[in-house]
């Protein structure tokens, strides 16, 4: 099977990135994990992601992953501070999740950005959750 980044199509006009967290957890909630995810907002593809937890570490690992192609785009985030850390601020508009400019994935039942399959992704998630 083909890596993801050897899979992404890039957009016709110059790549723009929307990056959002979500935390869950392994059997207690002290036991936080952060999925950190860059979308294209053209394609509403998955450019790159990490889990980790929810520090400019992790973010950098993020912005490691993101293929070149895509490393010199326009980025949206929110506010959390570690994406200002880690994106040129040539390149980073942090931006309130009201504004509709983030990615939003996991928010509203997962499907503001990333369609059904982060919805369902989600709803296994709390299915599990539930189930503890």
Not at 17 to 42: G, P, T, Y
Request: charged share 25%; net charge neutral.
């Amino acid at each position: 099977m083909p890596g993801l980044s050897e899979t992404l199509v890039m957009p016709e006009q110059a790549p723009i990135l929307e990056l959002d967290e979500l935390w869950s957890f392994v059997l207690k909630k002290a036991n936080k994990r952060w999925i950190w995810i860059a979308l294209c907002r053209q394609t509403r593809q998955v450019v790159a992601f990490v889990i980790g937890d929810r520090s400019a570490a992790t973010c950098q690992r993020l912005w490691e992953k993101i293929p070149e192609a895509f490393r010199q785009a326009h980025c949206f985030s929110d506010f959390w501070e570690a994406y200002q850390l880690v994106i040129p601020p040539e390149q980073h508009h942090a931006s309130g999740k009201e504004s509709g400019e983030t990615a939003q994935a996991f928010g509203s039942g997962g499907t503001t950005l990333c369609g059904n399959a982060w919805r369902d992704l989600c709803e296994k998630r709390c299915r599990f959750q539930r189930a503890m």
